[in-house]
Each structure stands twice: as structure tokens, then as C-alpha cells.
């Protein structure tokens, strides 16, 4: 199950594990996207299903996980990748209401996504957790407070979450996906002065490029999601990271949460 799955990263992911033979339920707030998102899959081969969510509503979310249970069977997995930035500029001028919606929709809605899954997962004693989150959760963020504080809340959500279910075979952990050129990237770009001159040119730089290559990513949710990273829970994990080496050694090391340490 993957939410945010309509465009963007989301839309990335769920056709990777598509293609990799998941059967993947589609999390999203728009039709539109959604239809297109399942199409794309399907013409590859793969299996999908449409399920139109507003993840701010635990009702809503916990229909999509009936839903998708009786079609395809319990979510296994569960990706959040879903994100707004709210507001975009300093705290004096941003609208309070956008400010909370975006705590709402980034917070809120991956709390309401695991609550949801969770109980099929501790029955069955096996579940991979990963939520996706971006700049702000590793350090500060300068006209993004909205967003970055939903972010570092992400990671200590999950941080919290795992040892609450470790003892159950399920295991959370949060993915940084690196700079990619998505929706909010042009959002960026329309707010220009007010996400300050160094996002302005960060967000041009990754339209231009396309920013991280699609397979890192893809490559990186698999190994979090398989038996592989069983080892593995409560840890911040970037595609920059040398991640691959924690297949084979311990994951302890508090450079892997959100004490990140600084090379030096």
C-alpha cells in the first residue's frame, strides 16, 4: 500500500514494486491520477488498485485498508509517501491554516495510515513500515517550518513506533528519497522569494537534472521492504547513505536516526 501514489515519488515506487511483481494498492486524493498511475501499471503487466483517499481521515484510510484487504489481501507493506509543504515562506507570514494542514496531511496522515495496517501486521507477526521524508527532518529548513517539523515529528514517530512493535516481526523505518523533481518542486518555484533565494536555485537545478535517478530509489524501498532489512527498524536511511553495507552489519549506529551524526 502505498499513499501519495497519484504522481511524483509515490507514483515511482508503486511502479517499481509493480514491476517487481507486488500487487500494490494505490493511495491518493485525486481520480485523475490515480486512473493514469493504474493504467501505467497495468500496460507494464503489473496489478494495482485504486483506492481514492484523503489520509487526513482515519475513516476514510481504514476503509481503503478494508478494501484493499478483501481484494488483494492485508497490506504487507505500507509506504507513505505522501507530503504537502503548506505555507511556504517565514513563520510571521504563512496562513495558519495552511501551516496546520500540512502537519495534518504529513503527520496525521501517516499516524492514521499505520494505525490501519497495524493490526493485521502484529497478527500475522510480519509488516514493513517506510515513510518517506525530506530536508528539514536531518536539520533546519528556513521557510518550510511547516514541513520540516512534520518531517524530524516523522522520524521520531517512527523511531517511537518501532520499539513499540518490534517484539511483533514489524519493522519501521523512514527513507530520505534525495532531490527529485515532482510537483513540489514547481511549488517551490512559484513561491520563489519566499522560499528564499538558495531553495529557488536548489528547485531550478533539480528541474533541470530530474534530480535522484528513479532505481536508487526504488532499489532502496525494496531492500527496506524485503526480509533483508528484518535487522533493520527506527533508523533514517538517505539514498546518499552507504546503506547497503547495513545488510550485513549492525544498524545501530546513531548516525542512522535523527541524532544523525556528521562526518567528519
Same mark, same amino acid.
Given at each position: 500500500?502505498?499513499?501519495?501514489?497519484?504522481?511524483? @515519488?509515490?507514483?515511482?515506487?508503486? @511502479?517499481?514494486?509493480?514491476?517487481?511483481?507486488?500487487?500494490?494498492?494505490? #493511495?491518493?486524493?485525486?481520480?485523475?491520477? #490515480?486512473?493514469?498511475?493504474?493504467?501505467?501499471?497495468?500496460?507494464?503487466? *503489473?496489478?494495482? !488498485?485504486?483506492?481514492?483517499?484523503?489520509?487526513?481521515?482515519?475513516?476514510?484510510?481504514?476503509?481503503?485498508? /478494508?478494501?484493499?484487504?478483501?481484494? #488483494? *489481501? +492485508?497490506?504487507?507493506?505500507? @509506504?507513505?509517501?505522501?507530503?504537502?509543504?503548506?505555507?511556504?515562506?517565514?513563520? +510571521?507570514?504563512?496562513?495558519?491554516?495552511?501551516?496546520?494542514?500540512?502537519? /495534518? &496531511?504529513?503527520?496525521?496522515?501517516?499516524?492514521? !495510515?499505520?494505525?490501519?495496517?497495524?493490526?493485521?501486521?502484529?497478527?500475522?507477526?510480519?509488516?514493513?513500515?517506510?515513510?518517506?521524508?525530506?530536508?528539514?527532518?536531518?536539520?533546519?529548513?528556513?521557510?518550510? /517550518?511547516?514541513?520540516?517539523?512534520?518531517?524530524?515529528? !516523522?522520524?521520531?514517530?517512527?523511531?517511537? !513506533?518501532?520499539?513499540?512493535?518490534?517484539?511483533?516481526?514489524?519493522?519501521?523505518?523512514?527513507?530520505?528519497?534525495? +532531490?527529485?523533481?515532482?510537483?513540489? &518542486?514547481?511549488? @517551490?518555484?512559484?513561491?520563489?522569494?519566499?522560499?528564499?533565494?538558495?531553495?529557488?536555485?536548489?528547485?531550478?537545478?533539480?528541474? &533541470?537534472?530530474? *534530480? &535522484?535517478?528513479?532505481?536508487?530509489?526504488?532499489? #532502496?524501498?525494496?531492500?527496506?521492504?524485503?526480509?533483508?532489512?528484518?535487522?533493520?527498524?527506527?533508523?533514517?536511511?538517505?539514498?546518499?547513505?552507504?546503506?547497503?553495507?547495513?545488510?550485513? +552489519?549492525?544498524?545501530?549506529?546513531?548516525?542512522?536516526?535523527?541524532?544523525?551524526?556528521?562526518?567528519?
Amino acid at each position: 500500500m502505498i499513499s501519495g501514489a497519484g504522481r511524483g @515519488i509515490g507514483k515511482r515506487l508503486a @511502479i517499481g514494486f509493480a514491476s517487481a511483481g507486488a500487487h500494490v494498492g494505490l #493511495l491518493a486524493r485525486s481520480k485523475a491520477e #490515480l486512473d493514469l498511475a493504474n493504467l501505467e501499471i497495468e500496460h507494464a503487466g *503489473g496489478s494495482s !488498485l485504486r483506492l481514492k483517499v484523503d489520509v487526513r481521515d482515519y475513516e476514510q484510510v481504514s476503509a481503503a485498508v /478494508s478494501r484493499m484487504t478483501v481484494q #488483494l *489481501g +492485508a497490506p504487507q507493506i505500507l @509506504i507513505c509517501a505522501h507530503g504537502a509543504f503548506g505555507s511556504i515562506g517565514t513563520l +510571521a507570514e504563512t496562513d495558519p491554516a495552511a501551516w496546520t494542514d500540512a502537519i /495534518s &496531511t504529513n503527520l496525521n496522515g501517516a499516524v492514521n !495510515l499505520c494505525r490501519a495496517v497495524l493490526p493485521e501486521m502484529i497478527a500475522r507477526r510480519w509488516g514493513k513500515i517506510v515513510l518517506l521524508v525530506g530536508p528539514g527532518a536531518e536539520g533546519p529548513r528556513p521557510n518550510f /517550518s511547516a514541513y520540516s517539523a512534520s518531517q524530524a515529528a !516523522l522520524v521520531r514517530f517512527a523511531e517511537t !513506533l518501532a520499539e513499540e512493535v518490534r517484539d511483533h516481526n514489524v519493522q519501521v523505518n523512514c527513507m530520505n528519497p534525495g +532531490a527529485t523533481y515532482t510537483s513540489m &518542486t514547481d511549488e @517551490i518555484l512559484r513561491a520563489g522569494e519566499h522560499a528564499g533565494w538558495k531553495e529557488e536555485q536548489d528547485a531550478a537545478h533539480v528541474r &533541470t537534472t530530474g *534530480g &535522484t535517478a528513479p532505481d536508487k530509489q526504488i532499489q #532502496l524501498a525494496q531492500f527496506l521492504s524485503s526480509e533483508r532489512s528484518n535487522h533493520i527498524s527506527g533508523k533514517l536511511i538517505s539514498v546518499n547513505d552507504d546503506w547497503r553495507r547495513l545488510e550485513h +552489519a549492525n544498524a545501530h549506529a546513531e548516525i542512522f536516526t535523527l541524532r544523525r551524526l556528521q562526518k567528519v
